[in-house]
């Protein structure tokens, strides 16, 4: 049979054993680099070579004793039969089929399969001749690539943020579902489309002009970037769009990814936001210029002290000047007149400037921050917070250690602050029985390791108790029996809006020490 089938093949005579195309046809059918195999038209194995063995997983003798129907996978064993028997019918000469064949091992293999009709002399048919590749690696990167597709395309199209994919020229290729929700069109809307449907009018005139450049000097402007840009709703409303670009070729085309997430809620979120912080800077600095209020009504009984010594000083040089000047031209009257008068005007600036001090600190603060030295700050706001210290027998020590230090500041809010630490220590020290010292030490200095400039207010008075001390900075809280709590909750506000800091110190002694700083200003 095999003879006779040799010899169909190569048109020489049945037994002729010493025909070339014989041995040639011979050599082929076993060396063949695929599965080579003569099935009978019923389906049993004449012949196989040995490729067709390993690639089918069974033995030449196990093959032969069966038929392809029996290894075939039961999925495409019907459409294998449906082409024999087109063969069979006439109606083709050969076919072509991926199928799969279920190895010895229970494992499947797929493969290309090629199968011709061979006939006999008369042309009726005789048997097939089958030819067998094994395509199971291409079969894999397949399933991987269609599986990578089914992944692709399920977070393409249940992706929050809107995908398109557009050519060198803008054409919308491909857009997903959460187009629609962003933008208003249905993806069928936009694909065809030039992506300049998503933009505004201005935007979209200038944007064949970016492709353009892009594709003439390669110079990205957002392409691996991202930025942040205006987009335009099917009804016409604009919106804020996060978008990041992404470039790729295919076949030696162009195309870009664009990925699109609507922050037009975040845009107005942080506009609301920023009215919100507004107001309440606005709050505050009317939160803090009635503490300064607060604090000048408090010390109101020692302001009208301290103005009124120089009134009556004024007062008393000018009757002096009266009396002088009423003993006519005698000898010495006119330099005794001018000596008053004299210590009248400087009892009159010295009044002046306590009223100025008195204006700016209850003045509203214009927010605006000036460069300032701070001794010259700590000193001019002690200066006004020590108006009573003398009356009350309160000794003052000043320590400097902050020569030509400065620091950016604004002056009335960092001087409310110390008035307001050391009118606390006045007010603690004059609770103490007499005979018992009553100082108040306020000293500056650098700190070199961070760049920043400490004040440093502390007293000898009773201290603070230990119950007390973490809740010192909150609003509200005050242990003196009509204050408002408002002061230190101030202050801690504005000296962390200057980016500094406030503390209570721990307690090491008799009384209560605050530390402060603020970062230097460095040229």
Not at 264 to 279: C, D, I, K, V
Not at 345 to 372: D, H, M, N, P
Not at 412 to 419: N, T
Request: glycine fraction near 8%.
């Amino acid at each position: 049979m095999l003879r006779q089938a040799l010899a169909a093949l190569s048109g020489s005579k049945a037994g002729d054993p010493s025909s070339t195309v014989d041995l040639r046809l011979e050599a082929s059918f076993e060396q063949a680099a695929v599965g080579m195999a003569h099935v009978a038209l019923d389906g049993r194995w004449l012949r196989v070579n040995d490729q067709c063995s390993a690639i089918i997983g069974y033995s030449k003798d196990e093959l032969l004793g069966g038929s392809f129907q029996h290894i075939t996978h039961p999925e495409d064993l019907p459409h294998d039969l449906a082409q024999v028997e087109r063969l069979l019918c006439g109606e083709a000469e050969r076919y072509s089929m991926d199928k799969r064949y279920i190895r010895k091992d229970g494992g499947s293999v797929w493969v290309h399969l090629t199968v011709t009709l061979i006939r006999d002399k008369d042309g009726a048919p005789d048997f097939f001749v089958v030819v067998i590749q094994d395509i199971s690696d291409r079969k894999h990167v397949e399933a991987s690539l269609v599986d990578s597709e089914a992944r692709y395309r399920a977070i393409f199209d249940s992706a929050v943020e809107a995908i398109a994919v557009i050519d060198s020229r803008g054409t919308i290729q491909s857009i997903n579902p959460a187009a629609q929700r962003i933008f208003g069109y249905a993806p069928a809307e936009l694909i065809g489309n030039n992506v300049r449907t998503l933009m505004p009018k201005r935007i979209a005139r200038e944007h064949d002009a970016y492709l353009n450049r892009y594709r003439t000097t390669h110079e990205r402007a957002i392409i691996g970037i991202g930025r942040e840009v205006e987009g335009m709703r099917k009804d016409g409303t604009p919106l804020s769009i996060d978008l990041s670009v992404a470039e790729w070729e295919r076949a030696g085309q162009t195309f870009f990814t664009g990925i699109m997430r609507d922050i037009t809620p975040r845009r107005e979120a942080e506009a609301a936001l920023r009215t919100s912080e507004e107001r309440l800077r606005s709050l505050q600095n009317e939160y803090a210029h009635l503490a300064r209020v607060n604090e000048m009504g408090e010390m109101a009984a020692a302001i009208a002290h301290e103005i009124n010594q120089p009134l009556t000083a004024i007062v008393n040089n000018l009757n002096a000047g009266l009396y002088a000047g009423n003993e006519g031209l005698s000898q010495g009257a006119f330099e005794e007149a001018q000596e008053v008068m004299v210590a009248a005007s400087v009892q009159a600036l010295r009044a002046g400037e306590i009223v100025r001090r008195l204006r700016e600190f209850v003045g509203k603060s214009t927010g605006e921050r000036r460069i300032e030295a701070i001794d010259t700050l700590v000193d001019a706001a002690s200066g006004l917070a020590l108006i009573d210290a003398a009356a009350n027998g309160i000794q003052v020590e000043r320590l400097t250690g902050a020569d030509g230090v400065q620091a950016r500041v604004d002056t009335v809010q960092i001087q409310q602050v110390i008035v307001n630490l050391i009118r606390n220590a006045m007010d603690a020290l004059v609770t103490l029985p007499p005979g018992q010292e009553r100082r108040i030490s306020i000293a500056t200095k650098v700190i070199e390791k961070s760049s920043a400039v400490e004040i440093r207010i502390a007293d000898t008075g009773p201290g603070i108790p230990e119950e007390l001390r973490s809740t010192v900075f909150e609003p509200f809280f005050t242990s003196k029996a009509k204050g408002m709590g408002m002061g230190l909750s101030v202050c801690r506000r504005l000296i962390e809006a200057h980016d500094g800091s406030i503390a209570l110190e721990a307690p090491g002694g008799a009384g209560a020490a605050f530390r402060l700083t603020l970062p230097q200003y460095r040229v």
